[in-house]
């Protein structure tokens, strides 16, 4: 099996820049799927956790498609979920979790650790939209 790259795009609209990311459920814990980092770097915590369960819908892996960017995004850009960043540490950053649809329950907050610096060019993005769930049990790559 070989690995999806991590889509990268800048044209995601108004400066915002679109990704994609997998995640993965092994026993009651997600990780991120990100190979630059270990296992224990990339587990999901303090609601981030959370929101993963709750976009996986019962299956064990889950494919994010997200902009993100320090601009709000335009009204023509729908989306499932909305995480705009409420404060940062020298460790990650917290932020507020909001849904268009009252079909998704969110966790109020969650924390999202320097990993995401890995995958948003440097930062902890002011704004994370989230445009596209797709869960599936695929085994993830590269973890047993």
């Known amino acids: 099996m070989t690995r ?12 915002l820049t679109r990704k994609s990311l997998s995640f993965y459920k092994k026993r009651t814990c997600w990780y991120a799927e990100v190979p630059e980092h270990t296992e224990a770097q990339n587990q ?65 907050t969650a924390w999202l650790c320097n990993v995401t610096k890995t995958v948003c060019d440097g930062n902890h993005p002011t704004h994370i939209y989230i445009t596209d769930v797709r869960p599936n049990d695929e085994p993830p790559y590269g973890r047993v």
């Open 4 to 15: 999806k790259k991590t889509a990268n795009s800048k044209n995601g609209g108004n400066g």
């Open 44 to 108: 999901m915590v303090s609601g981030a956790d959370v929101m993963c369960e709750t976009m996986a819908c019962g299956h064990k892996r889950v494919t994010i498609d997200f902009l993100y960017g320090e601009e709000c995004k335009p009204s023509s850009v729908k989306c499932l979920a909305c995480l705009d960043k409420i404060g940062q540490t020298a460790y990650g950053a917290t932020y507020r979790l909001s849904s268009e649809s009252s079909a998704v329950h969110l966790p109020d």
